[in-house]
């Protein structure tokens, strides 16, 4: 059973930094393309990264180019997600998915075509 599970999320000052983990099972780090994706309460799903197992191409969007950086331990099978310098504005659920890429080396795949879902971990940043 394929099981991706996400953790290191919480509150935190802005300026400051967390780094989430999503560790997954039932499956290895091969042919794959992970995602992070977040969603503040009213606010439409966003892509924030991924990266692609094939070939370790990475995708940030705008908003956290600079500051968030993605990166994969495979003898692990978790991948990470580095926040840096956090807003409030990154306040959001933070969800970690998995997607067979079939020998292709991008990531930046539409949320709708990832099989494969966390629960979740939730991200604040105050003031």
Known sequence: EVQLVESGGGL????GSLRL???ASGFTFDDVAIGWFR?????E???VSC???NSEATYYADSVKGRFTISS???????YLQMNSLKPEDTADYYCAAL???GNGRCNYPRELYDYWGQGTQVTVSL
């Open 12 to 15: 935190v000052q802005a300026g």
């Open 21 to 23: 983990s999503c560790a």
């Open 39 to 43: 969603q503040a309460p009213g606010k």
């Open 45 to 47: 799903p966003e892509g």
């Open 51 to 53: 990266i692609n197992s």
């Open 73 to 79: 331990d495979n003898a692990k099978n978790t991948i």
């Open 100 to 102: 067979s890429v079939h």
